[in-house]
């Protein structure tokens, strides 16, 4: 089969592989119909991961039909259109049994890898390196999924791949990360980064009750996305002086209720923070960027709420600590449960409630994957979704 | 100037608390079976077991190491416990205890090892026996030992497709850029 594979820093290849196989009795084979790729997979692709290997199948979006199934497989059947969550969970564990599937215990394999870093053996991810468990990813024509009975969601009938293919990830980071808000009638949220996640996140606060959204980004396709699919406020912070006073002057003169970083640790920014940060983060004094974060704690009203999607692995200093602790903040954030939120959100995709389809920017085949992951990473060409039909 | 034999020796202890959510007589059981352990205990080949005794293979940087050992408590569902029989390169106890855990969330296990290093030997049996670090090594069979149980199977990559050079003992960790840890 073809398959994406990471060369190293900045270089993906399109190769041709074995088929992959079932391994364990629990597994199950899909054809895949539809994946694409996740500002997450930029952080591979930019080498911030130490333990991917050369040849590894990246993609951790992705959907498609059941072609093979474990003899243990009781749920899922041959011919069966699912949609596979990005975090691999055994549900079977104490993190799984409360509905915290991205803490799960028996999915990564490669366990001792987090447990040395971090203290605690992080669950298993597709395509995302080998401390998450070195598990094959799904942008490929065919992809091996453990736990076939935990994680995939079956599709009904009438559904297209677009409409339903963020289940997979980004539509329930986005919506936990407005859940985390704890989003009351009249709230206003504001998100820092109008990239997919922050999208999901600004689409899944309006779900959640909120009545005013702000985004906030630099990128203007991005902006205009929000404004004119989602009806958020926006606010360029190139063009803004002083984004906190901005967001104040939305709100009444006190700050948004709460304040989602979709951004995380590879933030732009502007100014002498940023600076900063990124002279740090090129010398390894540092290992995230943390100006959006900063920037999140900033603006939070008194009281109020962060709430945390954009990922963060490693340390960070120079944080407004005093002022989070002087404004009595909330902080919120970790990987999403995602098999929490999935058929909650399919729900709301078949009542027609919403549609993230519309984020969707670029198609193309598994052959043009190098060209694809160049342009998104570079946010050229208007890029902010890119979908890869690999069965096409 | 005689050569002077110090004979001391010096007792390296590690140990490991989970708790699993299985029933205490579930665990005992798979340990007790101890031609098992190889399953969730990477650095053990193999255990015969012959009534109370067991001839235990051990893999190590220089070679299979061999010994000989018996049970020493084998009280279902509570604990379970050996050591090593005399003649041993390292002599060694295991022990294992089960406690019902709180609020009806399984069992909560501890198992404890010890090596037992005469002077001189220490440094290089050890890290043969061992590897670097027994304690990296009880955390992993202990982490194995908990997907054995609550999910029935160990989970695994092995096998999988990937591209790159053909074998994976070649396939070179990317260097990273900004370091991730």
């Known amino acids: ?34 994946t694409a790729i996740c500002c997450s997979d930029l952080h591979l692709y930019n080498g911030y991961n130490p333990t991917m290997k050369e040849g590894d199948i990246l993609g951790h979006e992705f959907m498609g039909e059941v072609v093979e199934i474990g003899s243990e497989v009781k749920r899922i059947r041959r011919g069966d259109r699912v949609v596979v969550p990005f975090n691999i969970a055994c549900g079977s564990c104490y993190f799984c049994s409360r509905d915290e599937y991205s803490g799960c215990e028996n999915s990564n394999p490669n366990g001792m890898i987090p447990a040395a870093v971090n203290g605690y053996p992080a669950g298993g991810l597709f395509g995302y390196s080998h401390m998450y468990g070195g598990y094959a ?18 599709i009904p009938d009438g559904m297209t791949d677009d409409q339903v293919l963020f289940l997979s ?28 996640v922050g999208q999901m996140a600004a689409l899944s606060a309006k779900l959640l009750g909120a009545e005013q959204v702000i985004s906030i980004d630099s990128v203007t396709e991005r902006l205009a996305m929000a404004e004119t699919r989602l009806g958020t406020l926006t606010v360029n ?94 902080f919120k954030m970790g990987q999403t449960h995602t098999q929490k939120y999935m058929s909650t959100l399919l729900e709301h995709i078949v009542r027609g409630d919403v ?38 | 100037m005689a050569e002077e034999v110090i004979e001391e020796s ?102 404890t090892l010890t090596y037992d290093q005469p002077a001189g030997v220490l440094g290089e049996l050890m890290a043969r026996l061992t590897g670097d670090d027994p304690q990296k090594q009880l955390d992993e069979s202990v982490m194995l030992f908990r997907m054995l149980l609550e999910t029935g199977h160990i989970a695994t990559t092995d096998g999988q497709s990937h591209g790159g050079p053909e074998r994976d003992s070649d396939r070179p960790v990317a260097q990273a850029e900004g370091a991730h840890t």
């Open chain 1, 1 to 34: 089969m073809k398959a994406v594979c990471f060369s190293g820093t900045r270089d993906i290849t399109v190769e041709t592989v074995p088929d992959p196989q079932l391994l364990l009795p629990t597994d199950v084979i899909l054809r895949v119909t539809s």
């Open chain 1, 137 to 154: 990813g799904g942008q490929a024509e065919y992809v091996r999924v453990p736990f076939a009975d935990v994680g995939p969601l079956v």
């Open chain 1, 237 to 330: 912070y190139d063009q803004t002086e002083d984004v906190t006073e901005a967001l104040k002057e939305m709100t009444g003169g006190r700050g948004p209720d709460a304040v989602i970083d979709a951004v995380g640790m590879e933030a732009h920014g502007s100014g002498a923070m940023a600076l900063y940060d990124r002279a740090k983060q090129v010398l390894r004094l540092q290992t995230d960027r943390p100006t959006a974060l900063r920037q999140v704690i900033e603006a939070c009203r008194p009281g109020g709420t962060v709430s945390i999607p954009g990922v963060y692995t490693g340390v960070i200093d120079k944080m407004p600590m005093g002022v989070a602790f002087g404004k009595g903040l909330t």
């Open chain 2, 10 to 111: 010096s007792v390296r202890r590690v140990t490991r608390l989970a708790t699993i959510r299985r029933p205490a007589s579930e665990l005992f059981d798979t340990w007790r079976e101890l031609s098992r352990l190889p399953t969730f205990m990477r650095h053990v080949k193999s255990i015969h077991e012959n009534g109370n005794r067991s001839h235990w293979v051990v893999r190590s940087h220089g070679g299979d190491v061999e010994w000989d050992a018996e049970l020493t408590i084998n009280v279902r569902p509570n604990r379970i416990a050996w050591r090593s029989l005399e003649g041993a390169d390292i002599p060694n106890t295991g022990d294992v205890t089960f406690q019902p855990a709180l609020q009806g969330r399984g069992t909560e296990m501890r198992v």
């Open chain 1, 355 to 392: 549609d993230p389809s519309y984020i969707i920017t670029h198609r193309v085949s598994l052959d043009d994957a190098a060209h694809a992951y160049a342009e998104f990473n570079d946010k050229q060409d208007g890029c902010i979704k890119v979908v890869m039909k690999p069965a096409a």
């Open chain 1, 169 to 196: 990830d980004i539509f329930p980071t986005g919506y936990m990360a407005a859940e985390n808000c704890n989003i009351r009638p009249g709230a206003t949220v504001a998100v820092f980064g109008a990239g997919p």
